[in-house]
């Protein structure tokens, strides 16, 4: 059974780094076809994409982040991160790693449970 | 604001049918496949639908979804205590050049 745990700070002074980790179990990471991805949702809204991470090393970011944001993996340890920088109390959300259905980019079938990051001083 | 703009709620009593609508435009639904999901408050979203009408394994046939031309419907019958959720639609959005597109989100209640 595959599950996704994430992992991190549940709160981050503005301006500076959030950063947080999935641990992937019951599967590798290094597996093809899966997009390892971030999402978050802010409060009382919709899931957001931010961005996704391939076996290969190449990754993907929705326009609206991707200056900011940055994800990458250590497969020794089966896990990626997203880093988010230059954070503002507009970025207080759910943070959700997931993954799609295999061979997909879009359809998230696996979800972690979501961590609170709350973005104040 | 979303893209995609859905009722923010709607309601039936148990056993009946709901429809969720998502409407959206020729450069997000009208031109690309629409994915569905139910989130519980607290937990995380659940996919329902993939490629406009598909369910995934372990997803009752009372889920149903549809789409004509830039509009998509997510069908609920045989409505149950436990289908009180909410619901989002999702897409990608060739204008905006990215997917993980969700919809503004429709709060189902079995009366």
């Known amino acids: 059974q595959v599950q996704l745990q994430e992992s991190g700070p549940g709160l981050v002074k503005p301006s500076q780094t959030l950063s947080l980790t999935c641990t992937v179990s019951?599967?590798?990471?290094?597996?093809?076809?899966?997009?390892w991805s971030w999402l978050r949702q802010l409060p009382g809204k919709g899931p957001e994409w931010i961005g996704y991470?391939?076996?290969?090393?190449?990754?993907y970011y929705s326009p609206s982040l991707k200056s900011r944001a940055s994800i990458s993996a250590d497969k020794s340890k089966n896990q990626f991160s997203l880093r988010l920088t230059s954070v503002t109390a507009a970025d207080t959300a759910v943070y959700y790693c997931?993954?799609?259905?295999?061979?997909?980019?879009?359809?998230?079938?696996?979800w972690g449970r979501g961590t609170l990051v709350t973005v104040s001083s | 604001q979303s893209v995609l703009m859905q009722p923010p709620s709607v309601s039936a009593a148990p056993g009946q049918r709901v429809i969720i609508s998502c409407s959206g435009s020729?450069?997000?639904?009208?031109?690309?496949?629409v994915a569905w999901y139910q989130q519980v408050p607290g937990t995380a979203p659940k996919l329902l639908i993939y490629?406009?009408?598909k369910r995934p394994s372990g997803i009752p046939d009372r889920f149903s979804g549809s789409k004509s031309g830039t509009s998509a419907t997510l069908v609920i019958t045989g409505l149950q205590t436990g289908d009180e959720a909410d619901y989002y639609c999702?897409?990608?959005?060739?204008?905006?050049?990215?997917?993980?597109?969700f919809g503004t989100g429709t709060k189902v209640t079995v009366l």
């Open positions: 019951g599967i590798s990471i290094n597996s093809g076809g899966y997009y």
């Open positions: 991470f391939y076996y290969s090393g190449s990754t």
């Open positions: 999702e897409t990608w959005d060739t204008s905006l050049s990215t997917g993980g597109i």
């Open positions: 997931a993954s799609p259905l295999r061979w997909t980019n879009w359809y998230f079938d696996l």
């Open positions: 490629d406009n009408n």
């Open positions: 020729s450069s997000n639904i009208g031109n690309h496949y």
